[in-house]
Protein backbone atom coordinates (compact mmCIF):
# COMPACT_ATOMS: atom_id res chain seq x y z
CA UNK A 1 0.00 0.00 0.00
CA UNK A 2 0.99 3.43 -0.74
CA UNK A 3 1.67 5.59 2.18
CA UNK A 4 1.14 9.63 2.36
CA UNK A 5 2.76 11.84 5.01
CA UNK A 6 1.89 15.15 5.26
CA UNK A 7 3.35 17.89 7.04
CA UNK A 8 2.95 19.85 8.85
CA UNK A 9 -0.58 18.93 10.50
CA UNK A 10 -0.98 22.31 11.68
CA UNK A 11 -0.30 25.53 9.61
CA UNK A 12 -1.30 28.77 11.63
CA UNK A 13 -1.03 31.36 8.90
CA UNK A 14 -1.67 35.69 8.75
CA UNK A 15 -3.91 36.57 6.24
CA UNK A 16 -2.44 37.74 3.20
CA UNK A 17 0.52 35.73 3.60
CA UNK A 18 1.55 32.52 2.06
CA UNK A 19 1.15 28.77 3.20
CA UNK A 20 3.13 25.68 1.94
CA UNK A 21 2.01 22.08 2.56
CA UNK A 22 4.22 18.85 2.06
CA UNK A 23 3.43 15.90 0.97
CA UNK A 24 5.35 12.73 0.54
CA UNK A 25 4.58 9.60 -0.70
CA UNK A 26 5.97 6.13 0.26
CA UNK A 27 6.50 4.76 -4.01
CA UNK A 28 6.82 6.83 -7.02
CA UNK A 29 2.98 8.47 -8.07
CA UNK A 30 3.93 8.40 -11.38
CA UNK A 31 1.12 5.85 -13.06
CA UNK A 32 1.80 3.58 -15.86
CA UNK A 33 0.18 5.53 -18.01
CA UNK A 34 2.46 8.06 -17.19
CA UNK A 35 0.19 10.50 -15.13
CA UNK A 36 0.93 11.30 -11.56
CA UNK A 37 -2.43 11.04 -9.69
CA UNK A 38 -1.68 13.40 -6.90
CA UNK A 39 -4.83 15.40 -6.16
CA UNK A 40 -5.38 18.36 -3.47
CA UNK A 41 -8.52 18.55 -1.49
CA UNK A 42 -9.67 21.44 0.81
CA UNK A 43 -12.45 20.42 3.69
CA UNK A 44 -14.11 23.71 5.07
CA UNK A 45 -15.29 22.96 8.66
CA UNK A 46 -18.73 21.32 8.29
CA UNK A 47 -18.11 20.29 4.74
CA UNK A 48 -18.07 17.67 2.77
CA UNK A 49 -14.24 17.94 0.71
CA UNK A 50 -13.55 19.84 -2.47
CA UNK A 51 -11.26 19.28 -5.05
CA UNK A 52 -8.45 21.60 -5.61
CA UNK A 53 -5.66 20.10 -7.44
CA UNK A 54 -5.21 17.21 -9.74
CA UNK A 55 -2.60 15.66 -11.37
CA UNK A 56 -0.13 17.63 -9.19
CA UNK A 57 -0.81 20.91 -11.01
CA UNK A 58 -3.89 21.19 -12.69
CA UNK A 59 -6.19 23.43 -10.86
CA UNK A 60 -10.14 22.27 -10.90
CA UNK A 61 -13.22 23.93 -12.17
CA UNK A 62 -13.73 27.29 -9.74
CA UNK A 63 -10.71 27.30 -8.09
CA UNK A 64 -8.85 30.41 -7.35
CA UNK A 65 -5.49 30.80 -8.72
CA UNK A 66 -4.16 31.13 -5.15
CA UNK A 67 -4.25 27.54 -5.28
CA UNK A 68 -1.23 26.02 -6.97
CA UNK A 69 0.15 22.60 -6.99
CA UNK A 70 3.83 21.45 -7.87
CA UNK A 71 5.82 18.34 -7.18
CA UNK A 72 7.07 14.92 -9.29
CA UNK A 73 7.82 10.93 -8.23
CA UNK A 74 6.86 11.37 -4.89
CA UNK A 75 7.20 14.92 -3.34
CA UNK A 76 4.50 17.21 -3.67
CA UNK A 77 3.57 20.90 -2.34
CA UNK A 78 1.00 22.72 -1.87
CA UNK A 79 0.85 26.34 -2.19
CA UNK A 80 -1.67 29.03 -0.87
CA UNK A 81 -0.57 32.61 -1.65
CA UNK A 82 -2.35 35.38 -0.35
CA UNK A 83 -4.25 33.29 2.60
CA UNK A 84 -7.83 34.15 3.28
CA UNK A 85 -10.01 33.24 5.67
CA UNK A 86 -12.19 31.31 3.41
CA UNK A 87 -9.17 29.18 3.45
CA UNK A 88 -9.50 28.08 6.84
CA UNK A 89 -9.71 24.27 7.03
CA UNK A 90 -8.30 21.18 6.53
CA UNK A 91 -5.88 20.31 3.20
CA UNK A 92 -5.63 16.51 2.43
CA UNK A 93 -3.28 15.07 -0.73
CA UNK A 94 -4.71 11.85 -2.18
CA UNK A 95 -2.90 9.36 -4.40
CA UNK A 96 -4.99 7.80 -6.79
CA UNK A 97 -2.12 6.09 -8.99
CA UNK A 98 -2.75 2.47 -6.85
CA UNK A 99 -6.00 2.38 -5.32
CA UNK A 100 -6.60 5.29 -2.85
CA UNK A 101 -5.03 6.91 -0.14
CA UNK A 102 -5.23 10.31 1.60
CA UNK A 103 -3.07 11.95 3.97
CA UNK A 104 -3.66 12.62 7.31
CA UNK A 105 -4.62 16.24 6.67
CA UNK A 106 -3.30 19.75 7.82
CA UNK A 107 -5.41 22.05 9.21
CA UNK A 108 -5.25 25.72 8.11
CA UNK A 109 -6.03 28.01 10.70
CA UNK A 110 -5.70 32.11 10.81
CA UNK A 111 -3.42 33.57 12.98
CA UNK B 1 -26.64 20.50 -12.02
CA UNK B 2 -23.90 17.36 -10.93
CA UNK B 3 -24.93 15.55 -7.51
CA UNK B 4 -24.64 13.37 -5.29
CA UNK B 5 -27.03 12.26 -2.44
CA UNK B 6 -26.39 9.86 -0.07
CA UNK B 7 -29.08 8.16 2.24
CA UNK B 8 -29.42 5.19 4.56
CA UNK B 9 -27.34 6.03 7.33
CA UNK B 10 -28.47 6.06 11.20
CA UNK B 11 -28.18 4.35 14.03
CA UNK B 12 -27.19 0.50 14.37
CA UNK B 13 -26.41 -1.85 17.12
CA UNK B 14 -22.88 -3.37 17.05
CA UNK B 15 -22.74 -6.59 15.03
CA UNK B 16 -25.72 -5.67 12.61
CA UNK B 17 -25.76 -4.58 9.16
CA UNK B 18 -26.48 -1.74 7.08
CA UNK B 19 -27.02 -0.45 2.81
CA UNK B 20 -26.17 3.25 2.21
CA UNK B 21 -27.20 4.39 -1.02
CA UNK B 22 -25.90 7.37 -3.18
CA UNK B 23 -28.04 8.65 -5.71
CA UNK B 24 -26.19 10.60 -8.60
CA UNK B 25 -27.56 13.18 -11.04
CA UNK B 26 -26.91 15.59 -14.00
CA UNK B 27 -24.25 13.22 -15.22
CA UNK B 28 -23.69 10.19 -17.12
CA UNK B 29 -23.12 7.47 -14.37
CA UNK B 30 -22.13 4.49 -16.28
CA UNK B 31 -19.02 6.15 -17.18
CA UNK B 32 -17.81 6.96 -13.99
CA UNK B 33 -16.03 4.98 -11.35
CA UNK B 34 -17.35 5.68 -7.89
CA UNK B 35 -16.04 5.51 -4.15
CA UNK B 36 -16.66 5.62 -0.76
CA UNK B 37 -15.11 7.30 1.58
CA UNK B 38 -15.58 7.53 5.45
CA UNK B 39 -14.51 10.01 8.21
CA UNK B 40 -14.64 9.26 11.99
CA UNK B 41 -15.11 12.29 14.41
CA UNK B 42 -12.50 14.35 14.73
CA UNK B 43 -10.37 11.93 12.14
CA UNK B 44 -9.06 12.45 8.89
CA UNK B 45 -10.65 11.00 5.40
CA UNK B 46 -10.30 6.96 4.30
CA UNK B 47 -11.29 5.18 1.76
CA UNK B 48 -13.10 2.47 1.54
CA UNK B 49 -13.95 1.52 -1.68
CA UNK B 50 -14.37 1.82 -5.74
CA UNK B 51 -16.06 0.56 -8.41
CA UNK B 52 -15.83 0.66 -12.36
CA UNK B 53 -18.55 2.05 -14.77
CA UNK B 54 -19.85 -0.77 -15.62
CA UNK B 55 -19.79 -2.65 -12.30
CA UNK B 56 -17.66 -5.09 -13.24
CA UNK B 57 -14.26 -3.99 -11.18
CA UNK B 58 -14.36 -3.33 -7.37
CA UNK B 59 -11.03 -3.00 -4.91
CA UNK B 60 -11.01 -2.42 -1.33
CA UNK B 61 -8.04 -1.80 1.18
CA UNK B 62 -7.31 -4.06 3.49
CA UNK B 63 -8.87 -2.72 6.35
CA UNK B 64 -12.37 -3.08 4.23
CA UNK B 65 -12.33 -6.56 2.66
CA UNK B 66 -14.11 -9.24 3.94
CA UNK B 67 -16.64 -6.60 5.74
CA UNK B 68 -17.68 -3.73 2.90
CA UNK B 69 -19.40 -4.16 0.09
CA UNK B 70 -19.39 -1.73 -3.01
CA UNK B 71 -22.07 -2.52 -5.69
CA UNK B 72 -23.82 -0.06 -8.56
CA UNK B 73 -27.20 -0.01 -10.09
CA UNK B 74 -26.42 1.97 -13.10
CA UNK B 75 -30.02 1.71 -14.61
CA UNK B 76 -30.96 3.83 -10.92
CA UNK B 77 -27.81 6.21 -11.28
CA UNK B 78 -26.88 4.54 -7.74
CA UNK B 79 -24.26 3.05 -6.26
CA UNK B 80 -24.57 1.33 -2.36
CA UNK B 81 -22.33 0.16 -0.02
CA UNK B 82 -22.89 -2.73 2.17
CA UNK B 83 -21.43 -2.93 6.01
CA UNK B 84 -21.56 -6.38 7.99
CA UNK B 85 -21.16 -7.11 11.41
CA UNK B 86 -20.81 -3.19 12.38
CA UNK B 87 -18.13 -2.64 14.90
CA UNK B 88 -17.89 1.17 16.89
CA UNK B 89 -15.04 2.10 14.88
CA UNK B 90 -17.65 1.97 11.95
CA UNK B 91 -18.82 5.05 13.48
CA UNK B 92 -18.10 7.94 10.71
CA UNK B 93 -19.33 9.96 7.87
CA UNK B 94 -19.54 7.79 4.74
CA UNK B 95 -18.90 9.85 1.73
CA UNK B 96 -20.06 8.76 -1.85
CA UNK B 97 -17.67 10.17 -4.19
CA UNK B 98 -16.62 10.33 -8.33
CA UNK B 99 -14.25 9.47 -10.29
CA UNK B 100 -13.35 11.85 -12.83
CA UNK B 101 -14.06 10.87 -16.88
CA UNK B 102 -11.48 8.38 -18.06
CA UNK B 103 -9.17 9.41 -14.51
CA UNK B 104 -8.13 9.05 -11.37
CA UNK B 105 -8.71 11.22 -9.44
CA UNK B 106 -12.09 12.15 -7.37
CA UNK B 107 -13.89 15.18 -8.53
CA UNK B 108 -17.07 15.58 -6.65
CA UNK B 109 -18.34 14.22 -3.58
CA UNK B 110 -21.54 13.77 -1.62
CA UNK B 111 -22.67 15.57 1.47
CA UNK B 112 -21.99 12.26 3.28
CA UNK B 113 -24.56 10.52 5.30
CA UNK B 114 -23.54 9.47 9.04
CA UNK B 115 -23.03 6.23 10.91
CA UNK B 116 -23.19 5.69 14.49
CA UNK B 117 -22.45 1.98 16.17
CA UNK B 118 -23.68 1.56 19.73
CA UNK B 119 -25.69 0.08 21.82
Known amino acids: DIGMTQTPLSLPVALGQSASISCRSSQSLVHRDGNTYLSWLQQRPGQPPRLLIY???DRFSGVPDRFSGSGAGTDFTLKISRVEAEDVGVYYC????????FGQGTKLEIE | EVQLVESGGGLVQPGGSLRLSCAASGFTFSAHAMNWVRQAPGKGLEWISYIVGSGTVTHYPDSAKGRFTISRDNAKDSVYLEIHNLRADDTAVYYCARDADRNFYIDIWGKGTAVTVSS
Open chain 1, 55 to 57: KVS
Open chain 1, 94 to 101: MQATELRT
